[in-house]
């Protein structure tokens, strides 16, 4: 079993950053493929971007293309999201997860999730 904590959330401006952070507790963190969704009210739960167990490749949703950026550090059982040029529409609870499938933008495949932090966009 895997458990996840999400942290690095908050209240930032239009073009600002943020760098979320993934800890993952288990010694399985490097055989799982790991993900980045988000949900905003009234929505459902969107893929943000993956990366596979090895940190070798990554997948990215088109809207977070070139703003974000996906990376893990296994010997610290780490996931990570840069987050830049943020945007009001990137509000939303960020969430990590694993999968033993990459890339999978299904929130279906994912086995664990991570409680979840808040990012928000002011305009």
């Known amino acids: 079993q895997v458990q996840l904590v999400e942290s690095g959330g908050g209240l930032v401006q239009t073009g600002g950053s943020l760098r979320l952070s993934c800890a993952a507790s288990?010694?399985?963190?490097?055989?799982?493929?790991m993900g980045w969704f988000r949900q905003a009210p009234g929505k459902e739960r969107e893929f943000v971007a993956a990366?596979?167990?090895?940190?070798?490749?990554?997948s990215y949703a088109d809207f977070v293309k070139g703003r974000f950026s996906i990376s893990r550090v296994n010997t610290k059982n780490m996931l990570y999201l840069q987050m830049n040029s943020l945007k009001p529409e990137d509000t939303a609870l960020y969430y990590c997860?694993?999968?033993?499938?990459?890339?999978?933008?299904?929130?279906?495949?994912?086995?664990?999730w991570g409680q979840g932090t808040q990012v928000t966009v002011s305009s």
């Open positions: 288990g010694r399985t963190f490097s055989s799982y493929a």
């Open positions: 997860g694993c999968t033993t499938v990459f890339p999978d933008t299904n929130p279906g495949a994912y086995e664990y």
């Open positions: 990366i596979h167990w090895r940190g070798i490749s990554t």
